[in-house]
């Protein structure tokens, strides 16, 4: 019986071409998800764009802008059947690792007040908020804020 091996999960830079994969989980957990041309215009404009891969299986990714000595996490997403399992933590810590060895001092993102489980997340690698954008994001009934979460490097 041949073994099977279980490879390591790994960043591997996002291309157009994961872009159907990543919509595929995009449009499964978010009610507003990024549209195509929100991934192709991040990866043109040299955002670091990664995914999260387990062999060939995408587990999850993330666009982050970094300029000026700021990260700015602009999306963090985990597989519906792949969360809770540690790969969320383990691709924040990467981004915060990738912002750092790009001369950020800080990183900055946003969340919805309703998203208990991201905030958890988030307050556990020690995030704090800073301000609210009122109305900033599309919701099922009008608009709901976004929290400015911050943490120094
Ligand atoms: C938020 C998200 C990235 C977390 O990824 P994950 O792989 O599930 O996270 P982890 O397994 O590393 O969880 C770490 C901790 O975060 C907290 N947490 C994560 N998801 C949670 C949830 N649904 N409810 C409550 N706490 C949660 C817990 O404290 C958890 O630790 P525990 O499992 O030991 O209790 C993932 O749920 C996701 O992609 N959600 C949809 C997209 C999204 O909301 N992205 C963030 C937008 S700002």
Redesign the pocket.
């Known amino acids: 019986m041949s073994a099977v091996l279980k490879q390591e999960p790994r960043l591997v830079a996002m291309r157009e071409s994961d872009l159907l994969e990543v919509l595929a989980i995009e449009n499964a957990?978010?009610s507003h998800p990024w549209t195509r041309g929100n991934f192709a215009d991040s990866l043109r404009a040299g955002y670091q764009c990664w995914t999260w891969r387990g062999g060939s299986n995408l587990l999850?990714y993330f666009v982050m802008l970094v300029a000026a000595g700021e990260g700015h996490l602009l999306?963090?997403?985990?597989?519906a059947a792949?969360?809770?399992?540690?790969?969320?933590?383990?691709?924040?810590a990467e981004t915060m690792r990738m912002a750092r060895g790009r001369g950020a001092l800080q990183v900055f993102?946003?969340?919805?007040p309703s998203?208990?489980?991201?905030k958890?997340?988030?307050s556990?690698f020690g995030f704090r908020q800073v301000a609210v954008r009122p109305g900033y994001y599309p919701a099922q009934a009008g608009r709901e804020d976004a929290l400015v979460l911050t943490l120094a490097l």
């Open positions: 957990i978010y999850g999306n963090l997403s985990i597989a792949c969360q809770r399992r540690g790969h969320g933590s383990t691709l924040l993102l946003e969340v919805r998203n208990g489980g991201a958890a997340l988030y556990r």
